[in-house]
């Protein structure tokens, strides 16, 4: 599964973009900058397709970092943009099942572009502490 | 891969919807008392009476009476539905009222008084809850057969972080090792709430039993039933106490029935709950307290998954929302979240590496029991763990549809000094985060001097709709209801430079 969030700073307009295991709630930060992120290891989790639940999350999909992560992941056939009537596209809805819900990074690290700070994944379990550094402005 | 068939196999035909079957089956012998309505009596979390009264309606259609004595409620059912009963998720434990008596007349003297009591027992109508009590009887057995099968193949687990992996021989060992870790294994189970309790021969109630023991006991078949009485008495003006009305009533109905007394191997618990002038007799359904349910992997400030439950009904959750708990702890909110709105994604995160390890071991272990339980290979569940710090969330600024949390008291876990820091930031931060006009949040706390405080600064992103006062642990505290205005989040650089600080 992934999730892109984005962390905030209190004073700076600073933004941190990750993806990873979750939600479908896609983001980006308001420059738009793609996420870096190195996997190590990745695992296919199957989970039972519903299409009730996908089509919702398409609209929300980022698709301008979409296709980034999924290259840095090494994932083939990614689409570039919601199909039409994606609704009804049984095979559209799969294929981001499958990228959304069933890709999980169990093992890697992040790093936001622009700061340059890193964020471990471990056990698929990602750590979005700041360090002490990183919280004071 | 294959014995874990095999037994799903097996364990499909004792699935508890399938027990509308052997009720069935049971109820041949019983014709007439096909149609036989009972009284369930359920104890639920204080302060969640009425939302638990809403669940029975909507999953069993039963309107509900909410008794004097809190924390308890009655509804009626026919015999069929009682395995549903079962399946209600805000009630701690379940009864059927023997007889009910809203207004008893006590004597003057204690002699007096346990003299009725004594004479009471032979004059109950014994023989329906009786037949109740049997066909529930079969549920359990038929459970506690699935338990043993669950613990037998459940899977390989991470521990704690280790690269070590844990395979079945291990679990039970495992459990314990995490009892010790955390030091305290549930705060939220002290029955020091509790009035005066007391059962037939002064011991403390055995919640949880052993499995082996259960399973010798389901192998013989026992020719004299076992029991125990358990009295509730809560009340000024008695001139009793529970210990004396479980003795004197428990040996008139050892008299009665010929029963044997027994504290720990009991088949039969009787319950003499008194309050006031409300007493009621009970036999019980229900033996290890159902909160326990979702967690195997408890920390120092685990909550109850009925309170969980009811937390998360508040929020009254919507198909597709996202649903989150920015302080998770063992991760019991967000658990309950995705077992009971399978079609709501749930994310647990802490910034405490111990328990977002917790949770993520809790979420393990609900995924081996649905996997089992469900018959399917694997089977994600719409849930997620990530450690971060709740001021500082890496989400989407309206993202999230629901907030649901227990913020630290500020007793055992953190300190009261802080939350006058924290609180405010959480809800800033949470108002960040949750999507206007329809963002909602449910929020746990003891502290509420603190949070009442916290919230009047914040009139402009959160409207409280409603609080709800309940008992958690002997401590009074406060869900909090409160609903995201329309207003966007403003970031603090962006407003006039006065505001300096945050607080």
Known sequence: MYLCLQTHRKWSERTYVKNLLSSHVWGVGPGGFPVCFQATEVCICPVEFNPHFVAPVIPKVEWAVFPEVADNLRLIQVPKGPVEGYEENEEFLRTMHHLLLQVEVMEGTLQCPESGCMFSISYGISNMLLSEEETEN | ?503
Not at chain 2, 164 to 175: G, L, P, T
Not at chain 2, 440 to 455: E, N, P, Y
Request: glycine share 6%.
């Open chain 2, 1 to 503: 891969m294959c014995d874990i068939e095999e037994a799903t196999n097996q364990l499909l035909d004792v699935n508890l919807h399938e027990n509308q079957k052997s009720v069935q089956v049971t109820e041949s012998d019983l014709r007439s008392e096909s149609e036989l309505l009972v009284t369930i009596g359920a104890t639920v979390p204080t302060g969640f009476e009425q939302t638990a009264a809403d669940e029975v309606r909507e999953k069993l259609g039963s309107s509900c009476k909410i008794s004097r004595d809190r924390g308890k409620i009655y509804f009626v059912i026919s015999v069929e539905s009682l395995a549903q009963v079962h399946c209600l998720r805000s009630v701690d434990n379940l009864f059927v009222v023997v007889q009910e008596f809203q207004d008893y007349q006590f004597k003057q003297t204690k002699e007096e008084v346990l003299k009725d009591f004594e004479d009471l027992a032979g004059k109950l109508p014994w023989s329906n809850p009786l037949k109740v009590w049997k066909i529930n009887a079969s549920f359990k057995k038929k459970k506690a057969k699935r338990k043993k099968i669950n613990q037998n193949s459940s899977k390989e687990k991470i521990n704690n972080g280790q690269e070590v992996k844990i395979d079945q021989r291990n679990v039970k060992k495992e459990f314990t090792s995490h009892a010790l870790d955390s030091h305290i294994l549930d705060y939220y189970e002290n029955p020091a709430i509790k009035e005066d309790v007391s059962t037939l021969v002064g011991d403390d109630l055995a919640s949880c039993k052993d499995e082996t023991d259960e399973s010798s006991k389901e192998e013989t078949e026992p020719q004299v039933l076992k029991f125990r009485v358990t009295c509730n008495r809560a009340g000024e003006k008695h001139c009793f106490t529970s210990n004396e009305a479980a003795r004197d009533f428990g040996g008139a109905v050892q008299d009665y029935f010929k029963w044997k007394a027994d504290m720990t191997n009991f088949d039969v618990e009787i319950l003499l709950n008194i309050h006031d002038n409300e007493v009621i007799v009970g036999i019980a359904l229900t033996e290890e307290s159902l909160h326990r349910r979702n967690i195997t992997h408890f920390g120092p400030t685990t909550l109850r998954s009925t309170l969980a439950y009811g937390m998360l009904r508040l929020c009254d959750p919507l198909p597709y929302d996202i649903i989150v708990d920015p302080m998770c702890g063992t991760g019991a909110i967000p658990i309950e979240g995705a077992t009971e709105w399978s079609d709501c994604f749930h994310i647990a995160g802490d910034n405490n590496p111990l328990a977002v390890n917790r949770a993520a071991n809790n979420i393990a272990s609900l995924l081996t029991k649905s996997q089992i339980k469900e018959g399917k290979p694997s089977w994600g569940l719409p849930i997620d763990a990530v450690q971060w710090d709740i001021c500082n969330l890496p989400l989407r600024t309206g993202s999230v549809d629901i907030i649901v949390t227990d913020l630290p008291f500020g007793k055992r876990m953190g300190s009261k000094k802080r939350n006058w820091n924290l609180y405010p930031a959480c809800l800033r931060e949470m108002s960040r985060v949750c999507t206007p006009t329809t963002g909602r949040a449910v929020l746990l706390t003891q502290d509420t001097k603190c949070f009442t405080k916290a919230l009047s600064g914040m009139r402009h992103v959160w409207r409280k709709v409603d609080t709800v006062w309940v008992n958690v642990g002997g401590l009074r505290a406060a869900v909090y209801v409160l609903i995201r205005t329309p207003q966007a989040f403003v970031h603090p650089s962006e407003q006039d430079g006065e505001r300096g600080t945050l607080w």
